[in-house]
């Protein structure tokens, strides 16, 4: 294969779209991880079944949608249900394999926020807020986490639990009495991690080509574990790469216009 | 009040209405505000939102929604925070005349800590630990639909939301639509909302501008993207309000003012 060049928000987005194993049904959060469930539904996984929250089950956008309920979504879709069915028969009912979720801020134990940055009610930064995001990290059976990796988002302590992941670690997410598996993976532009069996704590498991460890590190708000054998992760493919630019570039066509 | 429609068929002609007419200290209700209730909160309108998704879909912050959280401006903004699942169960409770909504829900999040709307309660036959929300019964809902036939039965497709919970949760609902028509000819299982229990129809064509009417208009992301801009300065907010707002009469005004802008 010829040496091809990507960029690091290319890589995250395949390295994503390849979790998303085919015939499964994905419950996809707007931005990256949109991006990544169409790729897959592009690539390895015809079959896949894409959800958004709106309403669309079953969508085929040809182009990304701006929004989580762009018409792209409901035309293209097999049946577009209320929101009170798509929360309580399709999610609740426990008919999602995958929930596909982006953050503003990460925990050692996927827990993530998207509600505020600094106190509650004196906010430095107010965030959008929780949207689907709680229910879809409780209720699916897997969770993918995918999001941009620096200090900032990848905390410590979270400003604010907006949605658990694993909790506090160990078993305390399952005595919660949460019903999915919690997030089985978390994406990035450096590398991939893995929950360990055991404490349930985010492990560097695959660098992304190129990245170190001590680079991960630098952007990791705490002292992030290693696995034993880091494996790195294969770049994009030269087909990975046109289908994610073609859809990149129908997209940009497709929202440019007059205002 | 509640003003509904998520992402599609956002009645914005009636949010611009309520901005002119100088309403004052309302109770805003709705699962995403999106920019309708950024305006609506820039304009000094909103003492309170229960909400549960305050972005910008796809571009970023509701900028006036965050600089009233932030810096109280143009007065504080009291929050009723919840999760989608949350308040679309509270708006079935509402339509459905019970007291609460309940849901497999906010486990293991911080919302329930800074919400004392959000409360557990125990199922009485397993004893799980269940989210007991308070039902939604807005004073006014407004939607906007893409038809009504002349008797005001009103008919509404796509991605619909949880427009049908909000109206039939409300003392009173109404709804502007696209175009009246002389009949519906929807199949038998389609969302129409008889006359009966809609309290006013109006027809406002383009009346979700910058949303979308399926099989009307698309969504105008290109304007989605431009209120980041408009909204970012309390200066050039308020510049846009006073021009395009409570600069017109209405919305036939709106929309040509906003051409001449684009115009210009």
């Known amino acids: 294969m010829p040496e091809t060049t990507y960029t690091a928000d290319e890589m995250m987005t395949v390295a994503a779209a390849r979790m998303l194993r085919n015939g499964t049904v994905c419950f996809v959060g707007i931005g990256l991880p949109s991006a990544a469930a169409n790729v897959a539904r592009l690539t390895h996984a015809p079959d896949v079944v894409l959800i958004y929250e709106s309403g669309p089950i079953a969508t085929k956008p040809t182009v990304l949608p701006l929004s989580i309920g762009d018409g792209e979504l409901s035309e293209t879709a097999e049946t577009v249900v209320s929101i009170p069915e798509m929360f309580s028969y399709w999610l609740q009912g426990g008919r999602i394999d995958f929930g596909f979720l982006g953050a503003a801020q990460i925990d050692r134990f996927a827990n993530i926020n998207t509600t505020v940055i600094g106190d509650y009610h004196k906010p430095k930064t107010r965030l959008p807020g929780a949207g689907g995001a709680p229910e879809i990290a409780a209720s699916s059976k897997e969770v993918l986490i995918t999001l941009r990796q620096n200090k900032r988002a990848f905390v410590n302590t979270l400003d604010f639990m907006t949605s658990a992941g694993h909790f506090e670690g160990g078993d305390s997410r399952k005595r919660l009495g949460l019903p999915g598996k919690g997030p089985t993976a978390v994406i990035t532009d450096l590398c991939m991690m893995l929950p360990d069996p055991e404490t349930k704590e985010l492990t560097l498991s695959s660098l992304h080509p190129g990245i170190t460890v001590d680079k991960v590190m630098e952007n990791t ?23 994610l630019r073609d859809l990149n570039e129908r997209t940009a066509r497709a929202h440019a216009g007059q205002a | 009040m509640a003003l509904e429609g998520f992402t599609h068929l956002i009645p914005s002609a009636a949010g611009h209405e309520i901005i002119r007419q100088g309403r004052r200290d309302l109770t805003l209700i709705r699962m995403t505000p999106d920019l309708i209730y950024d305006q609506l909160i820039g304009a000094g309108c909103t003492a309170k939102l229960q909400f549960s998704w305050g972005g910008n879909p796809g571009v970023g912050s509701l900028h006036r929604l965050r600089d009233a959280v932030e810096n109280n401006w143009p007065r504080p903004l009291a929050l009723e925070e919840h999760a989608h699942a949350g308040m679309a169960a509270a708006y079935a409770a509402g339509a459905s005349n019970l007291p609460f909504g309940l849901l497999r829900g906010y486990v293991g ?48 497709w796509g991605v619909v939301g949880v427009q049908k919970e909000a109206v039939m949760g409300a003392k009173h609902a109404i709804v502007t639509v696209e175009e009246i028509v002389d009949k519906l000819d929807s199949p038998p299982n389609a969302l129409v909302l008889p006359t009966w229990v809609v309290s006013a129809v109006c027809q406002v064509k383009g009346g979700a501008f910058p949303s979308y009417a399926q099989g009307y208009y698309p969504r105008n992301n290109a304007f989605y993207k431009r209120w980041d801009n408009i909204s970012r300065e309390r200066e050039s907010f308020t510049a846009w309000i006073d021009r395009h707002i409570l600069g017109t009469k209405n919305f036939d005004e709106f929309r040509r003012s906003m051409e001449e802008a684009a115009n210009a």
């Open chain 1, 221 to 243: 708000g705490w002292p992030l574990k290693v696995a034993p054998k880091v494996a790195t992760t294969e770049p994009p493919t030269a087909t990975e790469l046109q289908i």
């Open chain 2, 109 to 156: 999040s911080d919302l329930p800590k800074y919400n004392p709307n959000i409360k557990f309660i125990e199922c009485p036959f397993t004893g799980e630990r269940l989210a007991a929300i308070p039902a939604i019964r807005p004073d006014v809902t407004v939607i906007h639909a893409q038809k009504a036939d002349r008797k005001g039965n009103v008919l509404l």
